[in-house]
């Protein structure tokens, strides 16, 4: 029995001195970004890429929600357009803030469920070869207790964010 209290009280540890550790070590900073050449041409992929509505196309974390409802403002591909969701335990909209045609969307997110968030979303289309080069991006400010959980926002932001560029590809090669 003291040996299995030792060893819990070792883990305890570690994971605090971890915390600890990630909390004054980790930039408050967050960008991540990932890429992927699809073969079509730039302005097919920008169909899908450069407007909230194709963008809801393959977004994977819309498919992720539950129940989810999309309400749109606007046409989805002028600087002011938004769209909202709502579905089980998630809220949030997403704004287009700048946007240069069949190059570069920027868009800001604000997060209501399940946390209150901000974040800034890029989405870059450029020719590569004789296909076209999408990279998805995004940035936000992490609080003191969301640097704890960087390493496994940075996996889940990968599996995402390749599944969603993995679906985009797919629909801009039909």
Known sequence: MKTLLKFIGI?????????????????????????????APKEKVWQYAGSLKGYNMWD????????????YSGEGDKIGDSY????????????IIAISPNEKLTTQL???KPFE??????????PEGNGTKVTWMIDNEL?????IMKPMMDS???????????????????
């Open 143 to 147: 609080n003191t207790m969301m640097k």
């Open 84 to 95: 909202h969701w709502k579905g089980e335990g998630s809220e949030g909209e997403q704004s």
């Open 11 to 39: 883990i305890l540890l570690l994971v605090i001195v971890y915390a600890v550790i990630a909390m004054l070590a980790f930039s408050k900073d967050y960008h991540y970004e990932k890429s992927i050449v699809i073969n």
């Open 117 to 126: 968030g901000n974040a800034k979303s890029n989405m870059i289309v450029a």
């Open 156 to 174: 889940n932001m990968d599996k995402m964010f390749g599944q969603g560029l993995n679906d985009l590809k797919k629909l801009s090669e039909k």
């Open 60 to 71: 994977p974390f819309s498919k992720e929600i539950k129940n989810i409802k999309i309400t």
């Open 110 to 112: 604000h997060f209501i």
